[in-house]
């Protein structure tokens, strides 16, 4: 692990969560060692059975409800941050985000399909390896749509007109369940062309594609969420709640870091993988101003330079926004 930070003016250690006494109960510890292979387990079996019985998409659907349900139990029951239980006044901002930009990206979806687009990007017949078991061609489909995404997650904080987009998705000042699809049309299409080409290009079959999606989806919901899960040597490869949060935070050196959707290998690889011995700040969110209604976030990115120089001149009060 990394300590460089560790002596970071209060900073917390990593022990118990907010609100829970130091005599943890060993069957505590337990649950909360096992919580995350075990729901990521379980839903992908569900969705497994669901796909061998022709009915995957319904399945799909049930498990995906059923583990936000799930969630939102657990956080109440074993919350990482009992502050974060609180209401900030993001749920329909949150709402609309997410069902917003899921219609987008199934009409996009389907878009490509009846397009052409994703044939017209095959760059020939015989290069992705078919005749694998289906489990390796996932792993693979995984691995190279990571590359894709993790640079395209990068540039979203490097690039100042790409992070513009991106910061709607980290003004949100508590992490739980509900604010995980909290994204900018603009931001997730950034990454769907980015992350998906080069899966397209090599003639992914469709099976595969799918399970890419599912397995990004319930890690997606498994990663924001405000459940206390130890994954002390699970986030070393893949991306845990746990590691996410330091992605969250509003210190540069810890907010840069940890980029990858689904498994960290790319971060491993250039060295933006960060995790440390002391425990992520409970203060997340961004330092610029973001407006708290939907349509001012929406709009914001398009005047985002202005936006914050009249915060800077007092011409908008900083404290009407996140």
């Known amino acids: 692990m990394t300590n460089a930070a560790s002596a970071v003016s209060g900073a917390r250690l990593v022990s118990a969560p907010t609100g829970l006494a130091r005599s943890e109960s060993v069957a505590y510890r337990i649950v909360a060692a096992v919580l995350w292979p075990?729901?990521?387990?379980?839903c992908i079996t569900s969705t497994a059975i669901g796909m061998a019985h022709g009915v995957g998409p319904q399945v799909f659907v049930a498990t995906y409800l059923a583990l936000a349900l799930t969630l939102f139990?657990?956080?109440?029951?074993?919350?990482?941050?009992?502050?974060?239980l609180q209401n900030d006044g993001?749920?329909?901002p949150d709402f609309l985000h997410t069902f917003i930009t899921k219609t987008f990206?199934?009409?996009?979806?389907l878009a490509v399909g009846e397009l052409g687009?994703?044939?017209?990007?095959r760059i020939g017949d015989g290069v992705w390896p078919a005749e694998w078991p289906l489990v390796l061609q996932v792993v693979l489909a995984l691995v190279i749509s990571e590359f894709g995404f993790y640079w395209a997650h990068?540039?979203?904080?490097?690039?100042?007109?790409?992070?513009?987009?991106?910061?709607?998705?980290?003004?949100?000042?508590?992490?739980?369940f509900f604010n995980t699809g909290r994204?900018?049309?603009g931001d997730t299409l950034r990454a769907m062309l980015l992350g998906l080409p080069l899966l397209?290009?090599?003639g992914t079959p469709h099976a595969v594609l799918t399970w890419v999606s599912a397995i990004t989806a319930f890690c997606g919901l498994l990663t924001h969420c405000n459940v206390d899960m130890r994954t002390r040597y699970l986030h070393r490869w893949f991306n845990t709640p746990m590691l996410h949060r330091w992605h969250h935070s509003k210190r540069l050196y810890e907010g840069d870091k940890n980029y990858g959707e689904n498994l960290m290998l790319w971060d491993r690889v250039f060295g933006t993988w960060y995790d440390a011995d002391y425990r992520p700040g409970i203060d997340i969110g961004i330092k610029e101003y973001m407006p708290r209604s939907y349509l001012g976030q929406l709009m914001a990115p398009l005047w985002w330079t202005r936006l914050q120089d009249r915060v800077a001149r007092g011409a908008i009060d900083p404290r009407s926004g996140l």
């Open 183 to 185: 994204f900018h049309v």
């Open 117 to 121: 687009i994703a044939d017209a990007l």
């Open 200 to 202: 397209f290009a090599m």
């Open 90 to 92: 993001q749920l329909l």
């Open 154 to 176: 990068r540039l979203g904080h490097e690039w100042k007109p790409i992070w513009r987009l991106h910061a709607i998705h980290h003004s949100v000042r508590r992490l739980w």
């Open 38 to 42: 075990l729901i990521m387990l379980t």
């Open 105 to 109: 990206v199934y009409w996009f979806t």
């Open 73 to 84: 139990a657990l956080e109440r029951a074993m919350p990482w941050e009992r502050e974060w």
